[in-house]
């Protein structure tokens, strides 16, 4: 998934403050996705991607999970 960012996104520092204040859904999803638990698979929090921030992402699978 590469593109450009648009730059007020990453100056921001959006994804930042929502990786430090998840929801409760994103938080239980968190635990399940994070250290390669699914497939081996290394997923992300709060990417920024163009004009958006996505919820999860995993790079390797071009896979991006919005909730």
Known sequence: ?????????????????LRNQPTDAERCLWQHLRNRQVHGCKFRRQHPYRDFILDFVCLEQKLAIEL
């Open 1 to 17: 998934m590469q593109g450009q960012t648009n730059r007020t996104i990453r100056e921001e520092g959006r994804a930042r403050t």
